[in-house]
């Protein structure tokens, strides 16, 4: 049960008291205030009302529970949670991106706590979050799926969703000689130790992958797609392919 106490400005007890009500907050253990059936308090209260409340999120169906490694969570009806950790704070994920998120572990898998609460993305239709260990991205054509690293890093610096890659239509996996990719709307992401992080797309990919990808006899790209005599060509490790309009 909570007490409440009175507390005389400009005390010793005053600052005591401050601090106490703030660790309380971190902590999600602060008095909470009911709503539906269950009560919702500290930093997943305080979360809970920036990301929009009841409108938004709707009731909660739990009660706030203990996550992995020191964390705390609680369900909403609206198919959201808010998850807090001492490391990250507290950040409410929801729809897809939670079911991709959970179905890949939760916090305990590879993408850990969200870092922020589901966002929509600001050009072409879609939303995602950001994790402690990657990024999940969704739109209506393509799903939710996982991206993390170097990959996503490349992505980025392309210009993410609105590059001529679009949105991540697969997690990220296993290739050849230990190296990893994703696939994208209009191209993919390969990753190795030797060759680093390089996208591929357009006709020089279609060529490419014809000849087994990463797989065959050119193996990975070691660089990006470049302009060549009028056309676009690209370096692999077993040699160029080249394209003319």
Known sequence: MARLYR?????????LATAVLAVALTAGVAHARPIGPFEVGGAI?????????????????????DAANGGKYQDFERNAAIYWNAAVGAHQIGGPILEKWRGLGAESGALRYPVTRVEQTPVKAGSFSHFQGGSIYWSVGTAAHQLGGVIRDK?????????????PITDEAAAKNNGRYNLFNDGAI??????????????IRLTWESRAGANGAYGYPTGDEYDYEGGKAQDFEGGRITWQP
């Open 7 to 15: 507390i005389l400005p400009g005390s010793h007890s005053t600052a």
């Open 155 to 167: 992505w980025n610096s392309l210009g993410s969703e609105n590059s001529p890659l679009g949105f």
């Open 45 to 65: 209260e305080v979360e809970y009302d920036a990301a929009g409340g009841n409108a938004a999120l709707g009731d909660p169906t739990t009660p706030e529970s």
């Open 190 to 203: 390969y990753w190795s130790q030797k060759t680093g992080a390089h996208a591929v797309w357009g006709a």
